[in-house]
């Protein structure tokens, strides 16, 4: 075997081994606090009334529940319902959704 061919073996092997232990894929940072989810989540009540609240209401947070991609928050804005998710790799919100 001629030694270009084992270095470009041996290369192969080591980028091989990077991607299986996932040094390229993207790194999760520290993880939020529910308190920080929420936070996120209720930060712009105008998602939930595009022209307000209409009673002047307040906006709070009844749960957060985690999984592998996603948060959800589960807010209520002036009685109605809504659940907020929200990308951890980017700590932005995604979608809302009333229920």
Do not use: C, K
Request: net charge positive.
């Amino acid at each position: 075997m001629t030694p270009a061919r084992v270095a470009v073996v041996a290369l192969t092997l080591i980028l091989a081994a990077l991607l299986a232990v996932g040094a390229w894929g993207q790194s999760q940072g520290p993880r939020l606090s529910d308190d920080d989810y929420i936070a996120i989540a209720v930060s712009q009540p105008e998602i939930f009334h595009p022209t307000g609240p209409s009673s002047g209401g307040s906006v709070r947070a009844t749960g957060v529940e985690h999984s592998r991609d996603r948060v959800a928050v589960n807010v209520i804005s002036d009685g109605i319902r809504f659940r907020v998710l929200i990308d951890p790799r980017t700590n932005r919100v995604t979608q809302v959704v009333r229920q």
